[in-house]
T-cell receptor, first 116, second 116 residues
Framework: AQSVAQPEDQVNVAEGNPLTVKCTYS??????LFWYVQYPNRGLQFLLK??????LVKGSYGFEAEFNKSQTSFHLKKPSALVSDSALYFC??????????????FGKGTKLSVKP | DSGVTQTPKHLITATGQRVTLRCSPR?????VYWYQQSLDQGLQFLIQ???????AKGNILERFSAQQFPDLHSELNLSSLELGDSALYFC???FGQGAGVDTEAFFGQGTRLTVV
């Protein structure tokens, strides 16, 4: 079965520093990976996705993610964190069992806190 | 704005009652997903419909049911409510005609259900 793991419940960084939010995955077949962000009392917003091709994927709000097949990881990164980046971040994988319309399976989320 | 509309935004009801949550997907999207988000369980996939048919089932209780109507809106019915059903319920949509595995899902703002 497809799954993702986010090993950190919380990540704390200082504003202006680089940030990394970790995600590892387990899939049978090709991995289709996604990152979402959730601000307080809001729905999830799509940030970026990896389907195929370049291992470095660029997304919204200056975020990027690096796909590493040998380490089965898809870490979310940003070169310079902003206080406004503070939110809950979810990694997700498409459920291959559902075929091309499979649902998304989410990790438990990582709370990012950026301090001024 | 994701284009996915959920109503109501908030719902307070008593144990044992039944409620219906409504979701209007993005224009043209054929797939609707329901997720439950609680503090202890994280983001749990409940059920998916694609073009009116049930496509995948997750951790959905027997007291819960859903359907997708010909106009593609969906309803999630929760019955015999218990205190533990208090959570944020999200609807998401994706897969307009011709979409493939690289298609992300777009989330509504959620319905916050409080069972008292």
């Amino acid at each position: 079965a497809q799954s993702v793991a986010q090993p950190e419940d919380q990540v704390n960084v200082a504003e202006g520093n680089p940030l990394t939010v970790k995600c590892t995955y387990s899939v049978s077949g090709n991995p289709y990976l996604f990152w979402y962000v959730q601000y307080p009392n809001r729905g999830l917003q799509f940030l970026l996705k990896y389907i195929t091709g370049d291992n470095l994927v660029k997304g919204s709000y200056g975020f990027e993610a690096e796909f590493n097949k040998s380490q089965t990881s898809f870490h979310l990164k940003k070169p310079s964190a902003l206080v406004s980046d503070s939110a809950l971040y979810f990694c997700a994988v498409r459920d291959g069992a559902g075929g091309s319309q499979g649902n998304l399976i989410f990790g438990k989320g990582t709370k990012l806190s950026v301090k001024p | 704005d994701s284009g996915v509309t959920q109503t109501p935004k908030h719902l307070i009801t008593a144990t044992g009652q039944r409620v219906t949550l409504r979701c209007s997907p993005r224009s043209g999207d054929l797939s609707v997903y329901w997720y439950q988000q609680s503090l202890d369980q994280g983001l749990q996939f409940l059920i998916q419909y694609y073009n009116g048919e049930e496509r995948a089932k997750g951790n959905i209780l027997e007291r819960f049911s859903a359907q997708q109507f010909p106009d593609l809106h969906s309803e999630l019915n929760l019955s015999s409510l218990e205190l533990g059903d208090s959570a944020l319920y999200f609807c998401a949509s994706s897969f307009g005609q011709g979409a493939g595995v690289d298609t992300e899902a777009f989330f509504g703002q959620g319905t916050r259900l409080t069972v008292v």
